[in-house]
């Protein structure tokens, strides 16, 4: 049978092309929300991290209901790192909104995310989004969506895809390109009209495939799928099965079953096949598992997701300020926490190292990793990591690297500099568009040439470019790279950073510290427009005589100091230093930390 009162489509796009800000008005003009009450905008971004950085970083699921029809939405992160989140939701439904900006056009995220959706069949609607921008190119963007399906091998059904024209802001959507409607009718009817319900079978034993994992204190573990065929009820004997480990059979009992409704999960006593459930009871229920009826155990295939292309070693903080501010410090606290992610992330990798207090750590990209590390310092660990390094394959005895797609937005005259930073970088030019007054430049480049490239980018382009970047494929190694064209000002002794020690130490470089900030000997203070390292005493303080000078005492003057982020402080490490993360404060340190051991370990390498 086919269940007509029900539709699961996913919103995919590339960052900031309004996914979320769409689903706001969908959930607001379905009367999901009370006419008076008060909504944040990005309603959907429910924690910190993703109010702060105004990113989507885990999907996530609401409904809406139309017409007696209810529409299971799940809203995606648009950035490459978080590829892993869309690749698993795409198994829980049927249909998808493929959100394009109507000036940027499509990116790399959309094409990765658009190759995963006709990978599974799935009925596409495209959606050109921001229509109202006053530099919206829809015509073109048509264009270039329509050579982006041909280009992934898209069917003729596909290519003929729907295409609704949305202000997601304004909460308006049209089929005309020259004229809005008032509201999102338009997009609602085209859902219902193209998606196709699904044919499931209540009669058939129970088959919930597991797409994603919550936790809650009260309940435990949270499994979230879509039920495959049969129906589930609440308090029901199951068969928990991976198709990976089809004999390892464990058999337990759904204690609460939930659905979605809204942004609420509404406690329900049944759901038939077709329906998108949380449920709780199942001790060791992880992403990928299968929930089967007891008395007919079938495992469901879940998809190969991508592996990762960066590495990081995160160990136990040993710098002489260890255990000083954070709540979790030990190997133990560290080895739970990494391997407690692995359960809802499936792109990380967490592998023990010959050391029991250091862990490899493999993510999708810079800011995947970079992630995780900001919601552990938040949640009280303290801990250090290494520089991040790409993952390299021997394929047919040659070594092979991880190749990125880099797109590149800059007013025409920033192209000089990117050019130059794309030589030294070993990267190769694909394609070269003029958008209004900018130029858009695309670019293979090793996914090594990118770490630290971000601010230079920022700085060349003025603030004014944009870059984005997604993971093409493995080639051939393109040879050394300098990784970075600066040195470190390295603190020569333990203590309190004065300002006559810091006033004598800015002629060398940019500092990061300010007066009064605790340093220890081999601690990173600041940066050094030469390549070499320089040490710098910037606890050293004025001796104190009885003869004074004329204007000896005039106030000293310091530089404003550069503020770094975790982001800059992972982009800036060189091989040989590490990043201290507490709760409080984030240090940049040499490995050996005592200068003159420092000193001969590197004239031992010259040698």
């Known amino acids: 049978m086919q269940r007509l009162d029900l539709r699961n489509v996913a919103i995919i796009a590339h960052v900031d092309h309004g996914k979320t800000t769409l689903v706001d008005q969908m959930l607001k003009q379905s009367g999901t929300f009370r006419e008076n009450q008060v909504v944040q905008e990005r309603v959907m ?135 809005q409607e008032k509201d999102l009718t338009t997009l609602f009817e085209c859902i219902l009209n193209h998606v196709p319900a699904m044919e499931v079978d209540m009669d058939a034993p129970l088959q919930i495939l597991v797409s994603s994992i919550d936790y809650n ?176 394959k021997m394929i047919d005895g040659n070594l092979y690297e991880p190749i990125d797609r880099l797109i590149v937005d800059v007013p025409e005259e920033g192209t000089g500099a990117v050019f130059q930073s794309m030589g030294e970088r070993k990267g190769e030019l694909l394609h070269m568009s003029t958008i209004g007054s900018r130029m858009r430049l695309e670019f293979l480049i090793p996914s090594r040439g990118l770490f630290g490239y971000k601010s230079e980018f920022l700085t060349a382009s003025k603030g004014e470019g944009i870059l984005n970047s997604i993971f093409h494929a493995y080639q051939p190694y393109k040879g050394d790279l300098q990784r970075r064209e600066t040195g470190s000002l390295v603190a020569h002794e333990s203590g309190e950073a004065v300002t006559y020690g810091l006033y004598n130490a800015q002629d060398r470089g940019i500092l990061f510290i300010e007066p009064a900030t605790p340093v220890y000997e081999g601690m990173v203070v600041g940066v050094s427009p030469k390549r070499d390292d320089i040490v710098v005493n910037v606890c050293k303080r004025k001796q104190l005589t009885n003869t004074r000078a004329a204007g000896s005492d005039d106030a000293m003057r310091l530089n404003s100091i550069k503020k770094m982020s975790l982001e800059e402080c992972l982009e800036f490490i060189a091989d040989d230093e590490l990043l201290e993360v507490t709760p409080q404060n984030l240090r940049i340190r040499k490995q050996i930390l005592d200068n003159d051991m420092r000193a001969k370990s590197r004239n031992k390498k010259k040698v």
């Open 217 to 392: 204190e009260y309940v435990g573990r949270i499994g979230i799928g879509r039920v495959e065929r049969g129906i589930v009820k609440a308090n029901q004997q199951v068969a928990v099965v991976n198709y990976n480990q089809e004999g390892q059979v464990k058999k337990s009992k759904i204690v609460n079953l939930y659905q979605i409704e809204g942004l609420q999960r509404v406690a329900v006593e049944e759901a038939k096949a077709g329906d998108i459930v949380c449920f709780s009871g199942l001790e060791d229920i992880t992403i990928g598992d299968t929930v089967t009826a007891v008395e007919h155990i079938e495992a469901l295939p879940f998809i190969k997701i991508s592996e990762p292309t960066v590495e990081m070693t995160f160990a136990v903080n040993d710098s002489p300020f260890a255990g000083k501010e954070g709540k979790f410090v030990t190997s133990r606290h560290l080895r739970d926490r990494l391997y407690k992610e692995l359960l809802k992330d499936v792109s990380l990798k967490v592998e023990d190292t010959d050391s029991a207090e250091a862990f490899k750590v493999s993510g999708r990209g810079e800011m995947h990793l970079s992630i995780l590390i900001e919601t552990m310092r938040r949640e009280g660990y303290e801990f250090q990591v290494s520089t991040p390094k790409v993952l390299y």
């Open 45 to 179: 971004d429910s924690n910190d991290l993703e109010k702060e950085r105004g990113i989507t970083i885990l999907a996530k699921n609401t409904s809406v209901h139309y017409k007696n029809t209810k529409i299971n939405i799940i809203d995606t992160p648009g950035h490459a790192d978080f590829g892993g989140e869309v690749e698993r939701v795409l198994k829980m439904v049927n249909g998808v909104l493929l959100l394009v900006d109507a000036a940027e056009g499509p990116m790399p995220q959309t094409r990765f995310v658009m190759q995963k959706a006709l990978e599974f069949n799935h009925k596409l609607i495209i959606v050109i989004n921001k229509v109202d921008r006053p530099d919206a190119r829809i015509k073109e963007v048509e264009d270039e969506i329509l050579e982006l399906l041909i280009d992934l091998n898209a069917t003729d059904s596909q290519i003929d895809s729907p295409i609704v024209y949305c202000s997601g802001r304004a909460g308006t959507a049209s089929r005309d390109r020259e004229k």
